[in-house]
């Protein structure tokens, strides 16, 4: 049975790329919830002759309150985020990367969370990859072809841990929601970065601003975690590879400068970083959102 979201709910979806995956997610998406929600669509410059915006505009014609955007350059995950965040109208704001597929349970146990404590400005669920590595994120799902598969699995989970959760020191952003309130004290994602480290600097922002990141355990959300390659032919999956690992490091530079690291601290895994000094930075957390409106290609009718 579909969750019913009205207008103070938005989730967002952004694509590089990969009709396949970025299709199964609205799929899941839709075949979640119902109501009059806010969807907002990214097609994040992708090399695919308008395929995803094409995607993007056949779901705006069956769910009238979609509005897509369509970047002219290449803008990266934050700069995506930026965009669905700055335009974003519900009092709760849920991110999907494109390769998340999503189930009523893990819409509903999400939105649960964050209404259980004024205090949280971000909630993320559980998957069967979160790339931070922790046990307590990642559950092992056994074999999962469909989506069917995928909500018997998650109502499992639910069953278990519906209303559990825990408090977290960073936050690792392939899939969120963020509180209005939250965003109303420290913005958006920080433009400093292109791409990586952008969500971590959110939470240790969230932080800083007196807010609590929360795991909310009844969530699960399939992560495909390979499909953004595994498209690819070989020589262009290793292009791409390399140039994740570039932004990577040029990312981590920005990040040590930012949070006045030592410059020759070598980048090996977030885990190990003093996320609780981190946490307590003395900087100023408020980003202004960002005006995308000029890449917006179609919007819910005025009024």
């Known amino acids: 049975m579909k969750i019913r979201l009205d207008s103070n709910i938005t989730i967002g979806i952004s694509a590089y ?7 199964v997610c ?19 410059c992708s090399p695919d002759n308008g395929q995803i ?21 290449n803008l990266e995950y934050s700069g995506s985020l930026n965009c669905i965040l700055s335009h974003a109208s519900g009092d709760k704001i849920i991110f999907l990367s494109n390769d998340i597929y999503v189930t009523p349970h893990y819409l509903s146990e999400i939105i649960s969370v964050a209404d259980k404590d004024p205090g949280i400005g971000i ?20 074999k999962i072809d469909n989506y069917e598969d995928l909500c018997n699995f998650a109502t499992q989970v639910n069953r278990q841990h519906a209303g559990s959760f825990f408090h977290e020191d960073y936050l690792t952003g392939d899939a969120f929601l963020v509180n209005r309130r939250l965003m109303d004290k420290i913005g958006t994602f920080d433009p400093l970065f292109y791409g990586y480290f952008a969500d971590p600097d959110f939470g240790i922002r969230a932080h800083i601003a007196g807010f609590k990141l929360a795991v909310a355990q009844g969530a699960f959300a399939y992560h495909d975690c390979h499909a953004n390659f595994s498209y690819l032919d070989e020589v262009n999956k290793q292009k791409k ?12 530079a920005r ?11 070598l980048y090996t895994n977030m885990k190990e970083l003093n996320w609780p000094q981190l946490n307590k930075s003395d900087i100023d957390p408020y980003i202004k959102p960002g005006d995308y409106l000029a890449y917006k290609i179609i919007g819910p ?3």
């Not at 790329?17 to 299709?23: E, I, P, Q, S, Y």
């Not at 909630?123 to 056994?142: C, E, L, M, Q, Y």
């Not at 590879?241 to 981590?252: G, L, M, P, Q, T």
């Not at 990040?255 to 601290?265: A, E, G, T």
């Open 255 to 265: 990040f040590k400068m930012k949070y006045k690291m030592p410059v020759n601290l």
């Open 301 to 303: 009718p005025p009024g």
């Open 17 to 23: 790329g990969n009709l396949k995956a970025t299709r």
């Open 26 to 44: 609205i799929q899941s998406l839709l075949s979640s919830a119902e109501g009059d929600f806010e969807l907002i669509l990214v097609d994040d």
């Open 123 to 142: 909630v993320r669920g559980v998957s069967n990859f979160v790339d931070n590595g922790k046990p307590s994120h990642n559950i092992a799902t056994g």
């Open 53 to 73: 915006s094409e995607l993007f505009l056949s779901v705006a014609k069956n769910h009238a309150n979609t509005t897509v955007f369509r970047f002219d350059t």
């Open 241 to 252: 590879i390399n140039a994740r690992w570039a932004k990577v490091h040029e990312n981590w």
